[in-house]
Nanobody, 126 residues
Framework: QVQLTQSGGGFVQSGGSLKLSCTASGRTYSDTSTLAWFRQAPGKEREFVASTVYSRDNLYNAHYDDSLWGRFTISRTSGTSVDLIMKNLRPDDTAVYYC????????????????WGQGTQVTVSS
């Protein structure tokens, strides 16, 4: 079992920036090849934001939802940690953001991930 602990987030005005961090513990050897971020806005389904997938030689490939590329950056800071740097935030970015982990997958569906963080609220005011 993998435990994911999230930090960061909070309240920001439109155009501002925030950073979310996630650290995995527990059985991380094979179950954190992919670390990803999802978000869930009020009344909406949880949606994919970005992921880092182990490639080779301690390198990771980043994948993004097309609509967020350029404003959001996912950064694999270690084998068990990942950040999400969010810039030029907009009110429609308001959501609870979740870190997720899985054995190597490029999947973007909620069902592709068995391990989830506790969620972090991000609120962007207009």
């Amino acid at each position: 079992q993998v435990q994911l602990t999230q930090s960061g987030g909070g309240f920001v005005q439109s155009g501002g920036s925030l950073k979310l961090s996630c650290t995995a513990s527990g059985r991380t050897y094979s179950d954190t090849s992919t670390l990803a971020w999802f978000r869930q806005a009020p009344g909406k389904e949880r949606e994919f934001v970005a992921s880092t997938v182990y490639s080779r030689d301690n390198l990771y490939n980043a994948h993004y939802d097309d609509s967020l590329w350029g404003r959001f950056t996912i950064s694999r800071t270690s084998g068990t940690s990942v950040d999400l740097i969010m810039k030029n935030l907009r009110p429609d970015d308001t959501a609870v953001y979740y870190c997720a982990a899985a054995p190597s997958t490029t999947g973007r569906a909620v069902g592709d991930y068995a391990n989830w963080g506790q969620g972090t609220q991000v609120t962007v005011s207009s």
